[in-house]
Nanobody
Framework: QVHFVESGGGLVQPGGSLTLSCAASKLAFTNYAMSWYRQAPGKERELVATISSTGGSTNYADSVKGRFAVSRDNAKNTVYLQMASLKPEDTAVYYC?????????????WGQGTQVTVSS
């Protein structure tokens, strides 16, 4: 019933920029912290960025600090990941995640993923 539409992935040159978006439906969006994960070939899934349910707090993996920015628009039920100064090692499938942090019962949901490829 919960549904995500992820978009914005693609091929970009090193040093370039992309913005990913994840729009949620059938979800009490403001009850959820939103995160972006990524998984590169041969590697485990990695937490990239998290934003609190209100948007007041963010956290980033050390590998993307200063280059990526996560934001959310609760009126649009959408979370974004702005990526700049992209490196080949950023190449991965990026997944949107929603985790309930307000109220009950618990909930944890995943988007379908979108491919980001950084290559010259």
């Amino acid at each position: 019933q919960v549904h995500f539409v992820e978009s914005g992935g693609g091929l970009v040159q090193p040093g370039g920029s992309l913005t990913l978006s994840c729009a949620a439906s059938k979800l009490a969006f403001t009850n959820y912290a939103m995160s972006w994960y990524r998984q590169a070939p041969g590697k485990e899934r990695e937490l990239v960025a998290t934003i609190s349910s209100t948007g007041g707090s963010t956290n980033y993996a050390d590998s993307v600090k200063g280059r990526f920015a996560v934001s959310r628009d609760n009126a649009k039920n959408t979370v974004y990941l702005q990526m700049a100064s992209l490196k080949p090692e950023d190449t991965a499938v990026y997944y949107c995640n929603a985790r309930r942090v307000v109220g009950w019962p618990p909930g944890n949901y995943w988007g379908q993923g979108t491919q980001v490829t950084v290559s010259s």
